[in-house]
């Protein structure tokens, strides 16, 4: 994936932007809480609280956030892991939000997903060459020399060996599970992959190699991604465009390059601030925004903005009314009554 | 009396299993001043989270030699009880996931108390009022009632300060930190680093913190211990380990972390290759396999153990090539595609 200047990628985002691959508009889950004998339903964890996004052919767009945000569950309603309670999840144009699993079963075939734990996203019990192979079985696809075959071609394209088709998980170490895991996510030739948090559970110098492999398939197969990561630094380096979550919402949507040089939405900025940098020069130089108090269970988000509770910048109306989710005029999107870095975005 | 609070020297762990001998530290030697912070950087099987058991003598049916003094206590061949005296008391360990770390079926306030009288000859009013103060002082709001609160009751970030605040009880002169914020948002983490950095000025403790994020090692260390296969690669300053790392295992590690404080790459530099395996180490150099500078040392790497050179400035390496060699290396070939 290569940087375009500006005026590269103008004149390529109209024509990318005829092509898209999802959409999605109002998408909620909320998980009743069920107490007392009659399980009767007292509440609901708001996981996803309204969500409007599209994605692109062939970008990558990463849903970032913290722990109870609801990007992991967001990554499962657009793979209908789960089924949305409201709102509409669009896919190549087909509404397949409320879809049985008899219908979605051939839609499958376009829509993967790359699990975070190479642990436990592998059947233990079934050699390598199952694993993959199960995809071709259970959707009865032609092959042109057997699931053997297309399996060992499989193994190869992501930097396996191919001879290890009838190894157990076991006998690989977590980047190589990683990669199983990604090979059989490609073995359908899907069109839109999410991947949570893909390279997390691995280690520092392993993450850089399937980052790589990530974006070569990309190029190589004309992927689309949506990355789920909380790791600031490995999301600027594989996105196009990011969106930052909060309880349940998106408070900031934006391209890569924007987003982390002119972030807008007052988290964001905090964000941000907190990541740590590897260069201790910057240690007592940099001012970092302190963030009080814990997130919000997302059980009762707080009226209005939900981040108002830990912003340090709000005030009356952010506790009373929700800022809605509005474009600036640089093309970011930000949910907030008083953005920052907003003398940036003035004309000129 | 010698101004280090904790020495090791040439210290060995190894744990003897049915597929053969687990040689997880293998001749680790540092020392470390009250009112500094070590930080210990490596990957899975380096060896660094062994080293901190090891000298909180909580490694069971392991084979240690070497030395590790403790305020001038020898703790390789201190009996159990010794160790127990001296565990909680003047050195303490935060632990890399707390709900794993803490108890579930005691009140946070218990687990405090008990650490704190088992060192002190105080009443339990005493030792409450003391976890009570202890966790204020950690900033866990409303201490008075969440003194009595289960683990599971907290979130995340204030289950590690209210493991914080159990280290801390006895006002240990070292504390060990395995990967204190792994397990937290990166919001969280920040607070708990200004945390850490906080209760250290405070108490003038010896602080090691163990970890695979260099960018939280930026923030905290003074100095950087970076280890491998269960040997130190390289020591020294944290500036100079940023600015003139002196080992190809550092330079891959920093050529394989994408950074928010640099232009973007189009593309990585991932080191080739997996960590070793702590059973059939690598003859040689244990990086060698990984290094794309193996082959400049004329053979050496695939035979030879590197030892560990002092530069003249207390920056060490365990390098078969030589330093000035490595010097030339990073200025013309790999800092230029950082």
Request: neutral net charge; contains cysteine; aromatic residues 4%.
């Amino acid at each position: 994936m290569t940087e375009t200047t500006p005026a590269g990628a103008e004149a390529e985002a109209p024509a990318r932007r005829q092509e898209t691959m999802l959409e999605v508009s109002g998408l909620r889950k909320h998980f009743p809480v069920r107490r007392g004998l009659l399980q009767r339903a007292v509440g609901a964890v708001k996981a996803v609280d309204g969500l409007d996004f599209s994605v692109t052919k062939g970008e990558t767009l990463s849903l970032v956030g913290e722990s109870g945000c609801g990007k992991t569950t967001t990554g499962r309603l657009l793979t209908r892991l789960l089924e949305p309670s409201h709102g509409r999840v669009v896919l190549e144009g087909n509404d397949i939000t409320h879809l049985s699993a008899a219908k979605l079963r051939p839609l499958r075939r376009d829509v993967q997903m790359v699990f975070q734990d190479p642990f436990s996203s592998l059947n233990p019990r079934h050699t390598v060459g199952t694993i993959i192979g199960a995809a071709f079985k259970l959707q009865k696809m032609p092959t042109e020399h057997g699931v053997k075959r297309a399996v060992q071609d499989l193994l190869q394209l992501v930097g396996l060996n191919p001879e290890h088709y009838n190894r157990y998980p076991h006998e690989f170490s977590g980047g190589q599970r990683q990669r199983i895991g990604i090979a059989r996510t490609l073995a359908l030739r899907p069109k839109l992959i999410v991947a949570d948090e893909p390279v997390s559970a691995l280690d520092v110098s392993i993450q850089a190699q399937v980052i790589n492999l990530l974006e070569d398939l990309q190029e190589e197969l004309g992927l689309t991604y949506v990355m789920i990561a909380h790791d600031l630094s490995v999301v600027r380096h594989v996105s196009d465009r990011v969106a930052v979550m909060y309880l349940g919402k998106i408070v900031e949507l934006a391209d890569a390059k924007s987003l982390y040089s002119t972030p807008h939405h007052p988290y964001t900025v905090a964000l941000l601030s907190a990541v740590p940098v590897p260069d201790p020069t910057r240690r007592t130089k940099r001012e970092r925004i302190r963030l009080s108090g814990d997130v919000p269970s997302p059980l009762s988000p707080p009226p209005g903005c939900r981040f108002s509770t830990r912003c340090w910048k709000a005030q009356d109306i952010c506790r009373t009314t929700e800022p809605p989710l509005a474009a600036l005029r640089t093309g970011h999107q930000v949910a907030c009554h008083f953005p920052e870095n907003t003398e940036a975005t003035a004309p000129a | 009396m010698s101004e280090f609070f904790l020495e090791l020297k040439d210290l060995r762990v190894h744990f003897p299993t049915a597929d053969g001998l687990v040689k997880s530290v293998d001749g680790l030697s540092f020392s470390l001043e009250r009112g500094k912070t070590l930080g210990i950087v490596g990957e899975s099987g380096s060896g660094k989270s062994v080293t901190s058991l090891a000298i909180l003598g909580l490694h069971k049916g392991a084979q240690v030699s070497g030395e590790i003094r403790l305020g001038g206590q020898e703790l390789v061949g201190a009996s159990p009880e010794e160790v127990r005296l001296l565990r909680g008391k003047r050195m303490a360990m935060i632990f890399q996931d707390p709900l794993s770390a803490l108890h579930p079926f005691y009140t946070v306030g218990q687990q405090i108390i008990e650490a704190y009288r088992l060192h002190n000859k105080v009443t339990k009013q005493v030792a409450r009022k003391h976890a009570i103060d202890l966790l204020a002082r950690v900033g866990i709001p409303q201490p008075q009632s969440r003194v009595d609160d289960y683990p599971h009751q907290f979130s995340g970030g204030m289950r590690q300060r209210a493991m914080i605040a159990m280290a801390l009880s006895c006002d240990p002169e070292l504390l060990i930190a395995d990967e204190p914020t792994t397990a937290l948002d990166v919001t969280v983490q920040a607070q708990i680093l200004d945390l850490i950095l906080d209760l250290q000025a405070e108490f003038r403790s010896a602080v090691v913190i163990i970890t695979h994020d260099l960018g939280v090692v930026a923030e905290l260390a003074d100095d950087i211990l970076v280890m491998y296969g269960g040997r130190m690669a390289e020591y020294g300053p944290a500036a100079e380990i940023f600015e003139q790392p002196r080992h190809p295992y550092t330079w891959g590690l920093l050529g394989s972390m994408p950074r928010l404080d640099r232009e973007r790459s189009d593309r990585l530099t991932p080191i080739p290759g997996t960590p070793p395996s702590l059973i059939n180490v690598p003859p040689g150099c244990a990086f060698h396999p990984r290094c794309g500078y193996a082959e400049r040392t004329g053979g050496a790497s695939t035979t030879v153990v590197p030892e560990l050179a002092d530069d003249g400035s207390g920056h060490r390496a365990a390098c078969h090539l030589a330093l000035e060699t490595r010097k030339r290396i990073w200025e013309s070939e790999v800092r230029p595609n950082l």
